[in-house]
């Protein structure tokens, strides 16, 4: 009889509650007990927030999009944000107090849910002893050893979506519309919408942009008899000669990138210099919210069996990843080393220059 602890932490992603669901119903057949942690690790520090899932807690709950057990960014146990008196704020290492905790409730495994942030905290605890196991979740599809992470199919379909409807507006105003979508530093998000909802211009972090490229693309969309264009841009994309634009401080209360405004910096761009009338909008969080895709529904149940087996076999520190065709673990560690950014030899981005759009550099086949 074994007991399993599951935990989501990091923003939230459509598929969250398929890969509970698939652990839950994955970890009963064999007899076992599974916990859920609410709110990251709360459930490791506070008793209320641990709750016992039972096949039946799970009931209907693959097409409900964020995660039943909630989420933070703000719950690091090995840098906890803790208040003073006064009101100050400082950062507290408690992980050996969760590690104390998990052992005398007699868990024998965590199955983390989680992004780079969470995988990287569940590699810490796995290098303290902890029986970790990680599933890849975030809609930027931005971690290496793994194809896909789940989350990400439902966001490019939202932003598709989206993109669908802005070209009936645009068209009928003959405007340009400016589509900032999520991504941190990775392009995915803006490349696959952009590809699959016809942008005329989409511009990703892998590529510096030079906005008389962008210009040039509208202008020649004027000149050969459409008067309207769609850009897309993600979040963390700049301009050759800019920066990426940080809005401050997140939910920490410590320094780090909270992404966006770019979009509206394009927007302004185009407008000054070539005069055309500019909408821009922000996607933001409709991207991270919904009824995951049947694609994420697949990946994500896929996950969460294939973590019950991986608990089965005692296999630690490694996150389960898809590498098509299989199902198959790699080292944590290895997924978290570094961003997993738009590879700008693939097919995907040649796809994108085949098909006319500009990707806000000089694309050596164009003609004009
Ligand atoms: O990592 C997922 C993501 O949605 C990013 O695309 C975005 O930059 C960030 O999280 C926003 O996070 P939040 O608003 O939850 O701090």
């Known amino acids: 009889m074994r007991k399993i602890v599951i935990s989501t932490g990091g923003g939230d992603a459509p598929g969250l509650n398929a890969v509970i669901f698939a652990i839950v119903k994955s970890a009963y057949k064999l007899g076992w007990e599974v916990y859920g942690s609410k709110h990251g690790y709360s459930g490791f520090f506070n008793g209320n927030d641990l709750i016992r899932l039972t096949p039946k807690d799970?009931?209907?709950?693959?097409?409900?999009?964020?995660?039943?057990?909630?989420?933070?960014?703000?719950?690091?146990?090995?840098?906890?944000?803790?208040?003073?008196?006064?009101?100050?704020?400082?950062?507290?290492?408690v992980s050996d107090r969760a590690m104390d905790n998990f052992k005398q409730m007699g868990f024998s495994c965590h199955i983390a849910?989680?992004?780079?942030?969470?995988?990287?905290?569940?590699?810490?605890?796995?290098?303290?002893?902890?029986?970790?196991?990680?599933?890849?979740?975030?809609?930027?599809?931005?971690?290496?050893?793994?194809?896909?992470?789940?989350?990400?199919?439902?966001?490019?379909?939202?932003?598709?979506?989206?993109?669908?409807?802005?070209?009936?507006?645009?068209?009928?105003?003959?405007?340009?519309?400016?589509?900032e979508v999520m991504g941190r530093d990775c392009g995915w998000i803006a490349l696959y919408s952009g590809i699959s909802g016809e942008a005329d211009v989409i511009l990703i972090p892998e590529i510096p942009f030079d906005m008389t490229a962008v210009c040039k693309k509208i202008t020649n969309n004027e000149l050969h008899g459409k008067p309207y264009s769609i850009v897309v841009v993600a979040e963390g994309a700049r301009a050759k000669d800019g920066d990426v634009i940080n809005q401050g401080k997140?939910?920490?209360?410590?320094?780090?990138?909270?992404?966006?405004?770019?979009?509206?910096?394009?927007?302004?761009?185009?407008?000054?210099?070539?005069?055309?009338?500019?909408?821009?909008?922000v996607l933001g969080h409709l991207q991270r919210g919904g009824s995951p895709t049947t694609f994420d529904r697949m990946l994500a149940l896929r996950f969460g069996a294939a973590a019950v087996r991986m608990a089965q076999e005692n296999?630690?520190?490694?996150?389960?990843?898809?590498?098509?065709?299989?199902?198959?673990?790699?080292?944590?560690?290895?997924?978290?080393?570094?961003?997993?950014?738009?590879?700008?030899?693939?097919?995907?981005?040649?796809?994108?220059?085949?098909?006319?759009?500009?990707?806000?550099?000089?694309?050596?086949?164009?003609?004009?």
């Not at 709950?61 to 400082?90: C, V, Y």
């Not at 410590?254 to 821009?280: F, N, Y």
């Not at 693939?346 to 000089?362: E, F, N, W, Y």
């Open 113 to 179: 849910i989680g992004g780079d942030g969470s995988l990287e905290i569940a590699h810490r605890f796995a290098l303290k002893g902890m029986p970790v196991i990680g599933v890849p979740k975030t809609i930027d599809n931005d971690l290496e050893a793994t194809d896909r992470t789940f989350g990400f199919d439902t966001a490019v379909a939202t932003a598709s979506d989206a993109l669908d409807k802005l070209h009936s507006t645009a068209k009928s105003h003959d405007r340009v519309m400016v589509v």
């Open 250 to 281: 997140g939910e920490t209360g410590r320094e780090e990138m909270v992404l966006g405004g770019i979009g509206q910096w394009v927007a302004d761009e185009i407008r000054q210099r070539i005069g055309k009338d500019t909408r821009s909008l």
């Open 315 to 368: 296999i630690f520190d490694q996150m389960v990843a898809w590498i098509p065709p299989t199902m198959s673990s790699v080292p944590i560690e290895d997924a978290i080393r570094e961003r997993k950014q738009v590879d700008l030899e693939s097919d995907k981005v040649q796809t994108a220059r085949d098909i006319g759009i500009c990707l806000g550099d000089h694309d050596p086949a164009d003609l004009d």
């Open 58 to 93: 799970v009931e209907g709950i693959i097409p409900i999009g964020g995660t039943i057990l909630g989420s933070t960014n703000k719950g690091n146990p090995f840098a906890m944000p803790i208040e003073n008196i006064a009101g100050d704020i400082t950062l507290k290492d």
